[in-house]
């Protein structure tokens, strides 16, 4: 996978974020490509992915990750990226060329995309919708309450907002971290607010990438995700991954064949 990786000349969220699951996930083939570089123009506090200036868009991008995805004989797909605010459509262009890239070499490839928030600009979210993901994920990461020191550049609204204009043309999906010192109330008051526009949850224990990130204030157990998956179902989510080491694409193929 790895050589694989650099003879494409691409990234994966798996590497650069340091996912704990890299090697279930490298070893079952598969994995979350990332595209448009490995810096990010946003600095989130729990986030280990560079963050600063970007370079240049690679167009030959898009057509490398199909090919990519054709020589590991993958039927489902991830696409996500880093946030780039630097772009006057926040990458959105590139989604589309690269979903179009991966249906044109792989017709019977599924297409999940993760996508930031393009600043609540409708347009290029719909440059996305307009290439027709099979699921679009967008994770709102945190309670209300922590965004502003978590995730200083983006809006917790804005985040509903791109679920809700999303979920008129796809599969929608959303996720969360816990352990950051929300309350019970506020993780039940997040699952309220994406229940109206996701179908898809997923819950994970927020893990310190370092010294520089923010603090663990709590580790939930196993139960406790036991309890907040059936919590969602309750609501009901058509599928919620809830546990300690969930991440927004982890095992994302298994589950995609209840949609």
């Known amino acids: 996978m790895v050589k694989l990786l650099k003879r494409h000349r691409l990234h994966t969220v798996c590497q650069e974020a340091h996912c704990p699951n890299i090697a279930d996930c490298f070893n079952r083939k598969t994995a979350t490509f ?39 004989g993958l039927h489902y797909v991830v696409i996500t990226s880093v946030t780039r605010d630097d772009l006057e459509d926040g990458g959105a262009s590139m989604f589309a060329r690269t979903i179009g890239e991966i249906r044109r070499l792989n017709p019977d490839c599924r297409v999940e995309v993760l996508i930031p928030d393009f600043e609540g600009d409708n347009g290029a979210l719909q440059k996305v919708l307009d290439a027709r993901p099979d699921v679009l994920n967008h994770n709102i990461e945190v309670v209300r309450r922590l965004f502003p020191h978590m995730r200083a550049q983006g809006d917790y609204e804005r985040s509903l907002s791109v679920l809700k204009h999303a979920k008129e043309c796809s599969v929608t999906k959303s996720g969360f971290m816990v352990g950051l010192g929300e309350t019970r109330d506020e993780i039940i ?59 927004s694409s982890y095992h994302a193929k298994d589950y995609s064949i209840l949609l």
């Open 189 to 247: 008051k997040t699952m309220k607010d994406l229940r109206s526009v996701t179908d898809i949850l997923t819950i994970g224990q927020y893990l310190r990438p370092s010294d520089a990130h923010a603090r663990v204030i709590r580790y939930y157990t196993p139960k406790e995700f036991e309890g907040l998956k059936q919590t969602g179902l309750d609501m009901g989510f058509k599928h919620v991954e809830s546990g300690p080491l969930v991440r």
């Open 34 to 72: 990332m595209i448009l570089g490995d810096i990010c123009t946003r600095d989130c506090q729990y986030c280990d992915i560079r963050h600063g200036q970007p370079g240049g868009v690679d167009l030959g991008e898009p057509a490398r990750v199909a090919r990519a995805v054709g020589e590991l």
